[in-house]
C-alpha cells in the first residue's frame, strides 16, 4: 500500500538514510557503552560503572525509536554490524583502556551523535517532517547533555 503522508518518495528515503547513520552511531556507542561498564576499573569505578548503566540503558530504548521512525518512513532499519560499521561515524574499540580514556572516547562518541542528528536537520526540515525533527532535537538534547557530564568527569579543580 502507497504511503501518504505528506512527504514524498524521495524525500522519506534521503530523511531515512540519515536516521540510518543516527541508528548505526547510536548503536555503536551502546555497544561501547555497554563494553566499558563492564570493563572499567580504578577509584572512579562505581561512579563511571553506574553512569554507563544510565547512558546505555537510554540508548537502548533510542535505538528502538529510531528504527521505528524508519519503518515509518516506509524503509527498512538497517540491523546488522556490518551495516552499522559501515553507517557509524564513531570507531569500535576492541581494547580495554584506562577509565580518563573510556570516558575521552565516549565524550567524543556524544558529540558524534550530536553532530549525525543535527546533519539530517535540513532535509527534515525541507520535508516539514515534524515527527523526525522531533526525535532529533530529543536525541540531541539527551547527548549535548551526557557529553558535558562526562567532560566534567576528566576536568581538573585544583
Known sequence: ??????ISEDQRQQIAEG????????YTLYLKTHN???????PMFTTLHTLFEQHYTELATAVDEIAERIRALGVAA??????????SS?????????????IRQLVQGQEAVVRT???????VE?????PSADLLTQRMQIHEKNAWMLRSLLENHG
Open 126 to 130: 525541507s520535508a516539514n517532517d515534524e
Open 78 to 87: 538497517p540491523g546488522s554490524y556490518r551495516q552499522f560499521g559501515e553507517l
Open 19 to 26: 536516521l540510518s547513520r543516527l541508528l548505526a552511531d547510536s
Open 90 to 102: 564513531i570507531p569500535e574499540e576492541t581494547g580495554v583502556p584506562g577509565a580518563e580514556e573510556m
Open 36 to 42: 566499558f561498564h563492564w570493563n572499567v576499573t580504578g
Open 117 to 123: 542528528a543535527r546533519s539530517i536537520f535540513p532535509v
Open 1 to 6: 500500500m502507497q504511503i501518504d503522508i505528506g
